[in-house]
């Protein structure tokens, strides 16, 4: 194999690799969770409530995230408040560009700050907060169990 082209080989194969790796994210498996809670170097605390597992996770900087796992082991949910905003690229995973389309959008058509609220068919988004006080959550409604209000993601 030539030089150049095993080099483009090992740069694809590793792309491949850390794309898979993922964290935890909206619409992600559970199994990622512990990778969340690694990467934010965070104290983990986890609760069954009736028809889902709530895994909350506080990071060193006081942010709290809180990810909703469904019974077949989805993230359906996610909520946080801080006194910074999450890394919404891990937060809302592969949701992310959708959710950046639709703020693009909105700030087009809307003048001023104001609370974020995207309502859109398979995503939703609710987002406030001024500087040390950040809050939101995010969910995809057709992966919330069956029995659960979308107002339980909080």
Known sequence: MKPATFLQASALALLFVFSHSSFAALGGDFASV???QAHMKATIRSSQ???YMVHEMESPGHVLIRE??????????????????P??????GDYYGQYS????????AQH???PLSISQPG????MTGHMRAFSGRAYVPDMLPQGVRA???R
Do not use: H, I
Not at 87 to 92: A, N, T
Not at 101 to 108: C, P, R, W
Not at 123 to 126: A, C, S, Y
């Open 34 to 36: 512990q990778a969340d």
């Open 49 to 51: 409530a009736q028809a």
């Open 68 to 85: 909703y796992v469904s019974p077949q082991g989805k993230v359906f949910g996610v909520a946080w408040n801080g006194q910074f905003r």
């Open 87 to 92: 890394d919404l690229r891990q937060v809302l």
């Open 101 to 108: 389309q639709a703020v693009e959008t909105k700030k087009a």
């Open 112 to 114: 001023g700050r104001s």
């Open 123 to 126: 995503l939703f988004v609710e």
């Open 151 to 153: 107002e339980e993601v």
